[in-house]
DNA sequence: GCGATCTGGTCTATGATCGAGACCGCCGAC
DNA sequence: GTCGGCGGTCTCGATCATAGACCAGATCGC
């Protein structure tokens, strides 16, 4: 498994680790898809929940998690107009994995906060 | 858990995920680590092991790594030097959620690909 | 002796990327 | 009429990454 992280080895399989880098490794994609695990959320919602995101960032990382099938949008035609971002499935099924890097991330922030002081 | 987003919320904890993305959320973190998994490296060999890695970033991930106790770096005095890096038992620690998410990396890599084609 | 080579990096020039904030059309409230 | 909210897009600098040249020190072939 962690032998598989060639750009493209022999095999010419692409490699899952650094798929999984380029679908969500931004700075951001992981955010977006933390906010929406508790539901339906809007543009300005997630905005105002992430805090110190740029529009323009949070509109491209949408795009993106969209095409990518991670999360699905929902336009409605009124006025003013509401567009509805959600997790898809598949969305939701990556939301597990990533539970476990949270909390792993929570057991240990202390040890690493530890070693950065300790640092040269 | 995942509510626990914000920059800094209420509490005043400055939120696991941010942090973990703080840590390995770059490029290369993740692949550096991935590929130290098997053993102990030396620069040149991780350099050529991830293969599309500039030394300049190999050498500021490597030593971000080092300074937030991921890993160890040795130094040799000989001639040529030479340089080995090994994962911490904090390193080590953080290989195991993310061997989860690279096993769901692998089974939805399919999903994730097939979702991009239809994107309109 | 004399240059080539190996190592683990750093330095520099150049291009990609990002954040802040202005701006947009639409409409209702004031 | 003009102010605001909505869901964005556009433009402008600042930051950031990348490729590739360069470095010291010692050893190797010749």
Same mark, same amino acid.
């Given at each position: *498994?962690?032998?598989? !992280?060639?750009?493209? #080895?022999?095999?010419?399989?692409?490699?899952?680790?650094? #798929?999984?880098? #380029? /679908?969500? $490794?931004?700075? /951001?994609?992981?955010l977006v898809l933390?906010?929406?695990?508790?539901?339906? =959320?809007?543009?300005?919602?997630?905005?105002? &929940?992430? $805090?110190? +995101?740029? =529009?323009? *960032?949070?509109?491209?990382? !949408?795009?993106?998690?969209?095409? #990518? $099938?991670?999360?699905?949008?929902? +336009?409605? @035609?009124?006025?003013?107009?509401? +567009?509805?971002?959600?997790?898809?499935?598949? $969305? *939701?099924?990556?939301? &597990?994995? *990533?539970?476990?890097?949270?909390? /792993? @991330?929570?057991?240990?922030?202390?040890?690493?906060?530890?070693?950065?002081? +300790?640092?040269?």
């Open positions: *498994m962690l032998d598989e !992280l060639m750009p493209a #080895d022999a095999s010419g399989q692409p490699c899952a680790i650094r #798929d999984v880098l #380029d /679908w969500i $490794g931004d700075q /951001w994609s992981l933390a906010t929406l695990a508790p539901g339906v =959320k809007r543009f300005s919602q997630l905005e105002r &929940e992430i $805090g110190d +995101v740029s =529009k323009q *960032m949070l509109s491209k990382t !949408l795009r993106r998690l969209e095409q #990518d $099938g991670f999360v699905a949008r929902e +336009v409605h @035609a009124e006025v003013p107009p509401r +567009v509805e971002y959600r997790l898809t499935p598949l $969305g *939701m099924s990556f939301l &597990e994995p *990533m539970r476990g890097l949270i909390r /792993w @991330a929570e057991a240990n922030q202390a040890a690493i906060a530890a070693a950065r002081r +300790v640092a040269t």
